[in-house]
């Protein structure tokens, strides 16, 4: 069974790779699909650093809560900038410490924070006469692959994982259990090769294995 060859560089280049091998260029059309429904998964299941994103602004005075970016997936942090530019990490609390918080403490800071919906609830809640600059780290959905974004951070990486789990998809759509066994196989190594990719690229150096007791020889006491 053909299989498409070379590297893949762009968008285009990856439709063209899976249409081709799959032998269907009359559902080209619906390619872009199977790419996008992929890359929702690698996004959802690698944790890539395309999905890395930044969100700054202030509290609004008087309010108790954000709404969450558009896609977030994760908070990796809070940065919360304080009077004379002090820098403060909001912490994960449950809901009942948030209320009791707002209703204890009027210093305007806020410290405390839980994931409610769409919305980031926190407390104290924000001082109406201070401008309180935050800072947001989180995991998202990163801009998807299309025609007017040809190339990004998971391409790049994962171009393999891509074209399988696109070919995957399209072996379902023309219901070829055979084809769709070989995809498989292809997709599922590939994936958890990304994945272990991007935790090594996540490690600042090699991990370092420090035992939990240490023996002590009361002789050297003496």
């Known amino acids: 069974m053909p299989e498409a060859s070379g590297v893949i560089n762009s968008y285009s280049e990856l439709l063209t790779a899976v249409t081709d091998t799959l032998l269907r260029p ?12 992929t890359e929702l998964e690698l996004v959802r299941d690698c944790d890539i650093r395309a999905g890395d994103q930044t969100k700054t602004g202030n509290f609004t005075a008087s309010s108790s809560s954000l709404a969450l970016p558009k896609g ?13 530019n002090r820098l403060r990490f909001m912490k994960l609390a449950a809901p009942d410490r948030i209320i009791t918080r707002r209703e204890q403490d009027t210093s305007g800071t806020p410290e405390l924070f ?4 769409n919305t980031i609830e926190y407390a104290p809640t924000a001082h109406a006469s201070n401008t ?5 780290q989180y995991y998202g959905l990163p801009e998807p692959l299309s025609e007017t974004n ?6 790049e990486l ?13 072996a ?4 070829d259990p055979e084809r769709l066994a070989i995809y498989q196989q292809g997709f599922i190594p590939a994936k958890e090769s990304l994945k272990r990719a991007y935790f090594r690229s996540r490690m600042a150096g090699p991990l370092e294995q420090r035992p939990d007791f240490s023996v002590n020889d009361r002789h050297s006491e003496y």
């Not at 990796?76 to 900038?81: A, G, H, M, P």
């Not at 839980?114 to 919906?117: K, L, S, T, V």
């Open 150 to 155: 040809q190339q990004n951070l998971l391409l």
């Open 132 to 136: 309180i600059p935050y800072v947001m």
């Open 114 to 117: 839980y994931i409610q919906g």
């Open 72 to 84: 977030l997936i994760e908070i990796r942090s809070i940065q919360v900038t304080e009077a004379a």
């Open 172 to 175: 379902r759509r023309i219901n």
């Open 26 to 37: 009359d559902l080209s059309h619906e390619a872009a699909r199977w790419v996008q429904q």
């Open 158 to 170: 994962g171009s393999d994982a891509l074209m399988y789990g696109a070919l995957v998809h399209g």
